[in-house]
């Protein structure tokens, strides 16, 4: 009638076809990419230098919850919490959630008048 059979013909096989259909793809990896991979790979950086970083006399917070002081660094591994008065735990570095306050290492200080 008055529609002609040549607009139900397919285009050409491949070629230019193949590759406008995979940018779809192409573009939610790109996206995917900068909004979800990229900043957790920062997050993952910046708690294992900040794991490393951990010394005698900061506060942390384990990923249990508990907030306490570092009284001593066993190894590369394992530190000292102290949670309460003469109450410390062994606790393993990448456990460690958060550094709330960096200390300084106990210094005694002379009581003079």
């Not at 193949?18 to 909004?35: A, Q």
């Not at 949670?83 to 210094?107: H, L």
């Amino acid at each position: 009638m008055l529609i002609t059979p040549a607009f139900a013909q397919g285009g050409m096989l491949g070629g230019d076809n193949m590759l406008v259909s995979l940018l779809p793809f192409v573009l939610i990896f790109v996206i995917m990419y900068f909004l979800i991979l990229r900043p957790q790979q920062k997050r993952v950086k910046q708690h294992a230098e900040m794991v490393k970083n951990v010394r005698r006399g900061d506060t942390v917070v384990t990923s249990g919850g508990l907030v306490g002081k570092v009284t001593k660094v066993i190894d590369d591994d394992q530190i000292e919490v102290e949670v309460a008065t003469d109450v410390r735990v062994r606790q393993m570095r990448s456990m460690i959630a958060d550094v709330r306050a960096k200390g300084e290492p106990v210094k005694e200080e002379s009581t003079g008048t």
